[in-house]
């Protein structure tokens, strides 16, 4: 294919778009990853507590909770998998661009990640008839290679939204330790621990033994709730070192954005008001119901957080270097000359549904340029977006993309392919007729193109 | 040339061959085990290397998949766009392997651990299943990656199957390679009796893979030029070990195991050179990104003090485990 844009066959999802696709799986992989990074911390602390004398403390390491630790690891690995060949489906050239920058760290990550393995098994199966030392060496490899997992992929995900000095030839390691890599890796740590505490609670809650010796199993199991008390700082600390447009989308900018920021925040701080004052200051029991709720409402948290990362990258999904189109800055100006499609291989699979050229050409379009974070009728429907503009306010806000909205990418495609857009979207608007007029008026055309002009190539806020 | 793979991929392509038979191994003794452990059960013969397969199976799975992500990282480095393309064309069929491995691996835990055998056979039948389904899909999309003039047709198609005839005696090959593969290592924990027993699997894995290469031979499949001498190597190297075979079943206790696993690790390293030479032809140029990237130092100490720390796990476990009273 001889092509300056390495074209993929894109898939669609029905009325899901891409981002609930790629969010639902990260979600999932995300919450049984940090529990399983949490637990094997605590499973450690209460190992250390029993061999020390303190009652129930060995019963609770051997208990369900042991099971819920091999059942997230196993379960978060192969999520693991999931979320590469998923956002293939969704990205490929960015979880390309990922492998091809960080694939040593990857090596490196997949190397703890098997230790990680080989002591997680090992204490599960042998752990009973370990002495002491062993149980607790093989613990804390255990502990100390999940949380390295952790760290390597931090950095490479928190890569993506602050390449930090990297974006000035400043190498890998100014990439990976980046701006926002120490907040994103203290705050994923401290969401790791508060998991594995809700869930030792709903776990000692089931275990059979008097209440008040629940009770003290519940006092030690929620210390490692604390540190989500200073969610909030973190989150700060976080939002304070993002690019400065992500930050006012965030801040208001975006409303769906500030909501999640909203519920994010506030789950976090329910749950670390609960743990503090009610647990460790006031020393309450915790029975399971409750335990389980809080635990849905920090599910809550790690989804709209994570929604709230993947969202604040917009419009790139590696900043400054690849669009969520997944097209680089640079490609932005040939596409503007070649149009967007004139490289592309693959044919509509529903070539038959348009009546003229200008819609299949339109459709095209749609799917090289829109389709990565729209759909045409279902999840963010850009046929129900743009609904009520005239055909013009169409013509420029499409042309002029960046301006319209800033989490948006500059149109990568000239005048024609902006009328075929505009074309298809005025006739699924109006109910996919038989027969639609061709739009091909030189003067429509040349509007378009001074408007691309005008605009440029850059992304909103750069120059 | 013996070694057909030029600079600057090589790296590359050592680590993504190495980690590959690593991971080869592993899954062979989960498919080929859990297969055995299920005919066992349809039997309803009480047996030892049975018995041992159903306990090790869900860790070995767990193992497998583990080893599998190696490659599947290098992978993405040597054939990017093939890759991710055959991802796309099968699309949500072959995001299917994750599902399919996520219950084949709690199935393997059930049948470890249920009395009823009812239940066992149930268990066992589901992870057979689910896990020819996975390698049939990696055998699908190992070709589909190569056949880039059906790309567009098949994008347009809207298939998710890709129907080439090598397909089925492919997978036929490997199934047998994992039978064999199975009885080398069950054999390493097995009396003599039972090496008997898997001495006569892993010559009928060997027979499974001889019929799946008259096939693809009439299916008119070549081994490229580049690839001839270690065609030869694994020739060798399958006929000392169907020699070994022999020799093990007639005198289990000798030396004759230690002779089939040199030999069947030699005809496996051979065989994914073998497996890989035709796909060198859609190998991309390296990218400048991935070639300038920086870290293999943190990775190689990183995976020495892996190799220590594994070793000590194994070994903490064999001298410290308090024996049960």
């Known amino acids: 294919m001889d092509s300056p844009v390495p074209y993929y066959p894109v898939n669609e999802f029905g009325p899901l778009m891409k981002g609930l696709v790629i969010g639902g799986v990260g979600i999932f992989h995300v919450f049984l990853a940090q529990f399983a990074i949490g637990g094997g911390m605590l499973l450690y602390y209460f190992e250390r507590l029993g061999q020390r004398g303190v009652p129930d403390a060995r019963t609770f390491v051997d208990s369900t909770f042991k099971v819920l630790v091999l059942v997230s690891f196993v379960v978060g690995a192969l999520s693991g998998v999931a979320m590469w060949f998923t956002t293939i489906q969704v990205g490929a050239r960015t979880i390309g661009l990922m492998i091809d920058e960080f694939h040593w760290l990857w090596a490196t990550e997949w190397v703890w990640f098997g230790i990680e393995i080989s002591a997680g098994y090992a204490f599960y199966r042998f752990g009973p008839t370990l002495d002491h030392k062993a149980r607790r060496r093989l613990l804390a490899i255990y502990a100390i290679a999940s949380w390295m997992s952790l760290f390597w992929i931090n950095g490479i995900l928190a890569w993506q939204l602050t390449p930090g000095r990297w974006l000035e030839g400043g190498g890998m390691w100014a990439g990976f330790f980046n701006p926002s890599f120490w907040p994103s890796l203290l705050f994923r740590t401290a969401v790791a621990t508060t998991l594995a505490a809700l869930v030792a609670c709903i776990v000692i809650n089931t275990m059979d033994l008097p209440r008040e010796r629940k009770a003290a199993l519940i006092r030690i199991a929620s210390r490692f709730a604390v540190p989500m008390a200073v969610m909030p700082l973190l989150g700060m600390w976080f939002v304070a070192v993002i690019p400065a447009d992500s930050r006012q989308w965030l801040m208001g900018g975006s409303m769906p954005m500030t909501m999640f920021v909203g519920v994010a925040a506030a789950a976090s701080l329910l749950i670390g008001a609960y743990v503090v004052v009610g647990l460790v200051l006031k020393r309450l029991y915790i029975n399971g119901a409750t335990a389980t709720l809080l635990l849905a409402l920090a599910f809550g948290a790690t989804a709209a957080g994570e929604f709230v990362r993947e969202g604040a990258r917009k419009p790139y999904t590696v900043r400054g270097v690849l669009y969520s189109t997944s097209i680089t800055p640079a490609e932005v100006a040939a596409l503007r000359i070649d149009g967007a499609t004139k490289h592309d291989p693959y044919p509509l699979r529903d070539q038959a549904r348009y009546p003229t050229p200008q819609l299949v050409h339109g459709a095209k379009v749609h799917r090289t340029l829109c389709d990565a974070c729209h759909t045409l009728h279902g999840a963010n429907a850009v046929v129900e977006l743009t609904r009520t503009w005239t055909d013009d306010q169409l013509r420029l806000n499409i042309s002029k993309l960046q301006r319209t909205k800033a989490f948006m990418p500059p149109f990568a495609g000239n005048a024609a392919d902006v009328e075929a857009v505009v074309q298809l979207l005025r006739w699924e608007a109006a109910g996919t007729p038989a027969r639609w007029p061709v739009s091909d008026d030189p003067a429509t055309l040349a509007q378009i193109k001074t408007w691309l002009d005008e605009v440029g190539t850059s992304a909103a806020g750069e120059p | ?325």
């Not at chain 2, 290098?74 to 890759?83: C, D, S």
């Not at chain 2, 009885?183 to 892993?202: H, N, Q, S």
């Not at chain 2, 499949?221 to 022999?246: D, F, K, N, Q, R």
């Not at chain 2, 990775?299 to 020495?304: E, H, I, M, P, Q």
């Open chain 2, 1 to 325: 040339m013996m070694w057909p793979f030029a600079s600057p991929h090589s790296g590359w392509l050592v680590l993504y061959l190495l980690t590959f038979a690593v991971h080869i191994v592993l899954v062979s003794y989960v498919l080929a085990g859990t297969t055995y452990a299920l005919i066992q059960a349809l039997r309803k013969k009480q047996d030892p290397i049975a018995e041992r397969a159903r306990d090790l199976l869900p860790f070995m799975l767990g193992l497998g998949i583990t080893a599998g992500v190696a490659p599947l990282l290098f992978i993405q480095l040597l054939y990017q766009q093939p890759f991710y393309t055959a991802n796309l064309l099968l699309g949500p069929r072959w995001g299917a392997v994750v599902p399919a491995l996520i219950v084949g691996f709690y199935a393997l835990y059930l049948a470890k651990a249920t009395q009823t055998l009812r239940i066992r056979r149930l268990a066992l039948g589901v992870g057979v299943v689910c896990f020819s389904f996975v390698a049939w899909s990696w055998t699908e999309i190992h070709l589909l990656m190569q056949d880039q003039p059906a790309w567009r047709e098949m994008y347009a198609a809207g298939d998710r199957m890709y129907a080439q005839t090598g397909v089925l005696p492919r997978l036929l090959l490997w199934l047998g390679a994992m039978m064999t593969l199975f009885a080398t290592l069950a054999a390493w924990w097995a009396a003599a009796p039972e090496r008997r027993r898997l001495a006569v699997i892993a010559l009928a894995g060997r027979a499974v893979s001889a019929l799946a290469v008259v096939l693809l031979v009439m299916g008119d499949a070549t081994v490229i030029s580049a690839a001839h001498g270690w065609l030869y190597l694994m020739i060798a190297a399958v006929a000392i070990e169907v020699a070994g075979w022999v020799w093990i079943r007639l005198a289990p206790d000798g030396a004759g195991l230690t002779l089939v696993t040199a030999a069947s690790t030699a005809a496996l390293l051979a065989g994914v050179v073998v497996r890989e030479a035709p796909r060198l032809a859609t190998i991309e140029p390296p990218r400048a990104a991935a070639l300038e990237a920086s870290g293999f130092p943190v990775f190689a100490l990183t995976a020495v003090l892996g190799i220590a720390l594994i070793v000590w796990i194994v070994r903490s476990i064999r001298d410290r485990a308090v024996p049960p009273s």
